[in-house]
């Protein structure tokens, strides 16, 4: 629909960051195994990044239907 602002960047968004936690969460869980070396910390900062990503995404999604709500309102 013309006007209608585009959900799709946010969405993409997170994809992405959900990606990212699967990414981390699968080399935390290799790190039992002795031979694998994983840097905790490094893969904290990742999940702080992708959960602050998830956050914008989100606050976008919700401003963009907020401004679909308020177009229609106008629109009639």
Request: charged share 20%.
């Amino acid at each position: 629909m013309r006007g209608m602002i585009d959900f799709i960047t946010p969405l993409a968004g997170l994809d992405t960051a959900a990606s990212q936690v699967h990414r981390v969460a699968s080399r935390i869980a290799q790190s039992s195994n002795p031979e694998d070396r994983v840097d905790l910390s490094q893969e904290m900062v990742s999940l702080i990044q992708a959960q602050n990503d998830f956050k914008a995404d989100t606050k976008a999604i919700q401003t963009e239907d907020q401004m679909n709500k308020n177009l229609f309102n106008i629109v009639g």
